[in-house]
């Protein structure tokens, strides 16, 4: 679609409205109120302190409505300030209480209760101003004679001449009355420039404006600025936020007229455009023309970022404020569109670079993040896909509880929540009784818990190799079948066992081969670049195991128990375990190679690498390493000299710029070609950077982000 340039060039054209304001004369603020009506202003500014509100024991006067007006306050014919006046309309809010002994005898009251009744009101009005980097608060005594004192009419409007501001500024305005008796009203003001103002002449400031004009160039943005030859200006590009100042992006000092262009990929809405003459108190031009461009809306979303900080936290990036809801989705494998958990769950809102909460008690591969604006999805990532590993084959239970204790299950499906027990014939409704039976066994993952219910995750995969066992039981009896089909044929014998001997060892090489990942969980950080290089890994033909991915194994086992599992079943499948070393893990081998034990509780209860050097030292003392270790580390964190001498008698790998060497060791005898080995560890390699900036440059770090100790790795 293209940018509708012709009206951005309208609305930005060398006078897109002309403003004809009233003329003040005098440096002096004045009032003046509606007839019938007394009203003085206070010489002096006062604090700006609304206080609480506080019950009204009669009738008050309150300000219901605001009114702005801008006009010049000058002092010469050419020397005026732009001025904000300011309207303040009041209404008679409340009423007077009966006299208790009225209310009990329903007689006169004592006569000289009424006099009140018939006074005039006063009211002492507040206005507050902002605006950058202005502050003020005046006050206005009002005062209503009794003739005028209607319960809940309007009784007129004071009128403050009037708060000075910069020539395109924002004015926020209040008023409240002293003491407050209602919440305070509230007005923002937009100055325009010099653009806009008829008396542009009168305004010093506007003399030596350098004009900005926004024209097409192509898919691209052309600034144009009309300036004599001489004249010194500059240009400053930035993105306006809602709150706080602005991020610059770039800013350039400049002669002459000048033509600028900006790439369309560059075009977002709240890119703005500040231009101004190099010269002492000058005035200062602001535009920002993309706000309502679409082509700037659809750059913003595919420039938006997901990032996940800690289990439970996580954060929208953008250049923009958005208007945006999130909620929380399961993608099930098989590419099936992820289902919104809502409900139980609920849509809220976000705000674009600020840290929010998941509600949850555990993360999940599954689990997913879904963003939407104006009820289109945007964005979707599942955040814990790379510390986690793949998508697992789980099915999600949403449990809802009732009152007295009642409470109902069903299983989340494509097609919809399948209630448990169910006699459909849906894989859910089939192993209903299977899967409510593991959940009050304890083998379901609880993600989510309140009042009203819970979410829990349950495995799937032992029921998916019961089917599969049954598929290959089939297979070979139909290949048996057929090889005895085929022995008959006697002419033809040979040459069929040698096309099975070939499928066979296709079969094999086919395999995927058995890795076992051994780190230390130096931090939180660490554990997800872990995970991102295992994810990585098996997209390759490797089967990775990581403790990551294991935690109920690991918690129903114990880390020593789990580690001898998984290294005798790696080696006995002719696999390779993979010893990824980090400061962590060299002081870690340090202290065991010293004093042959570990100090307890040095380590999180899920550190296999710490259970693991029990049975390693054994293969490296005994000169069993070769052919199933090998190490690595990562570039700039760790060198590979700073491994222990006693792990570099097999391979040390620096990763990522070791990689196809390193996928090279990890490959059966049979590995592919030179240039595929290459293929595959760019993929790698491109899986791995998000990763490693954001462990080495975390977000909200103005340097490197990370500190490296000295001789463990590259300053950065």
């Known amino acids: 679609m293209p940018v509708p340039w012709f009206l951005l060039s309208l609305a930005l054209g060398r006078s897109p409205m002309v403003l004809p304001l009233e003329r003040l004369v005098g440096p002096q603020d004045a009032t003046h109120c509606s007839p019938g009506l007394s009203c003085q202003l206070w010489d002096n500014d006062i604090l700006c302190l609304p206080g609480d509100i506080v019950p009204a024991l009669g009738p008050v006067l309150v300000p219901t409505h605001l009114q702005t007006e801008l006009v010049l306050r000058c002092g010469q014919e050419t020397d005026c300030d732009l001025c904000v006046r300011v309207a303040v309309h009041l209404a008679v809010h409340g009423h007077w209480e009966e006299p208790e002994d009225e209310k009990k005898f329903g007689g006169a009251a004592d006569p000289g209760l009424e006099t009140p009744r018939n006074a005039s009101l006063q009211a002492q009005v507040v206005l507050s101003f902002q605006a950058y980097p202005t502050a003020r608060c005046v006050l206005l005594e009002v005062q209503v004679p009794a003739a005028l004192v209607q319960f809940g009419q309007s009784v007129g409007s004071v009128v403050y001449d009037c708060f000075e501001a910069a020539l395109g500024s924002e004015v926020q305005i209040w008023s409240y009355t002293q003491p407050r008796y209602e919440k305070k009203l509230n007005l923002t003001q937009q100055l325009p420039d010099c653009r806009g103002l008829e008396v542009r002449n009168s305004i010093r400031s506007c003399w030596a404006l350098p004009w900005l004009n926004v024209s097409a160039d192509g898919d691209n943005a052309r600034l144009v600025l009309n300036v004599s030859e001489e004249q010194h ?315 990551l991915w294991s935690r109920r194994e690991l918690s129903a086992q114990g880390p020593v128990a789990w580690f001898h599992s998984q290294r005798r079943q790696t080696l006995q499948e002719g696999g390779m375990v993979v010893l990824l070393f980090s400061p962590g893990a060299v002081a870690l081998c340090s202290e065991w190679l010293q004093d042959g034990v570990s100090a307890p509780g040095a380590h999180g209860p899920h550190d296999a690498f710490r259970a693991s050097l029990s049975c390693v030292l054994p293969d490296f003392l005994q000169g069993r390493a070769s052919g199933r270790y090998v190490a690595a580390c990562f570039d700039r964190l760790l060198r590979p000299d700073a491994v222990p001498a006693l792990f570099r008698t097999v391979p040390v790998f620096s990763l990522p710029s070791q990689l196809p060497d390193f996928l090279g060791a990890l490959q059966r005898p049979s590995a592919p070609r030179p240039g595929r080995l290459r293929e595959r560890a760019e993929q790698v390699s491109r899986a791995l950077q998000p990763a490693l900036e954001s462990y080495f440059h975390p977000p909200g770090t103005p340097g490197p982000g990370r500190w490296v100790a000295p001789g463990t790795g590259d300053e950065t």
């Open 233 to 547: 200006f500059s240009l400053f590009l930035y993105w306006k936020q809602v709150q706080g100042p602005p991020k610059p992006w770039w800013q350039k000092n400049l002669t002459g007229p000048q033509i600028i262009t900006l790439n369309h990929t560059d075009l977002v809405p709240c890119l703005c455009i500040q231009v101004w003459p190099l010269e002492p108190d000058s005035f200062r031009t602001n535009i920002c023309p993309f706000r309502e461009d679409p082509r700037a809306h659809r750059n913003l979303w595919r420039a938006a970022r997901l990032r996940l900080l800690t289990l439970q936290s996580w954060r929208l990036e953008a250049l923009c404020p958005l208007p945006a809801e999130a909620a929380l989705c399961w993608q099930a494998p098989g590419g099936e569109p992820c289902q919104p958990l809502v409900p139980p769950l609920s849509w809220e809102n976000i705000t674009v670079n600020k840290v929010l909460e998941f509600p949850l008690l555990e993360g999940h591969p599954n689990l997913c993040v879904q963003v939407n604006s104006w009820e289109k999805l945007q964005l979707q990532e599942c955040l814990w896909a790379d510390s986690l590993g793949p998508l697992n084959d789980d099915v999600l239970l949403l449990e809802t509880r009732g009152p007295q204790d009642n409470r109902s299950l069903c299983a989340l499906e494509p097609s919809g929540c399948t209630s448990l027990p169910s006699r459909t014939s849906t894989m859910a409704a089939r192993l209903g009784e299977y899967l409510l039976q593991d959940l009050q066994s304890g083998q379901c993952l609880q993600l989510w818990n309140d009042d009203l219910g819970a979410i829990w995750a349950c495995p799937m995969d032992k029921y998916t190799h019961k089917r599969w066992a049954l598929v290959w039981l089939a297979c070979l009896l139909f290949a048996a079948a057929l090889s005895l089909f085929l022995l008959l044929r006697k002419d033809h014998e040979k040459g069929w066992l040698r096309l099975l001997k070939q499928d066979v060892r296709k079969g094999a090489a086919a395999r995927s081969r058995a890795t076992l990942l051994l780190y230390s969980a130096d931090d939180s950080s660490f554990e997800r670049l872990v995970g991102a290089l295992a994810s990585a890994l098996c997209q390759l033909p490797l089967r990775v195991a990581v403790d």
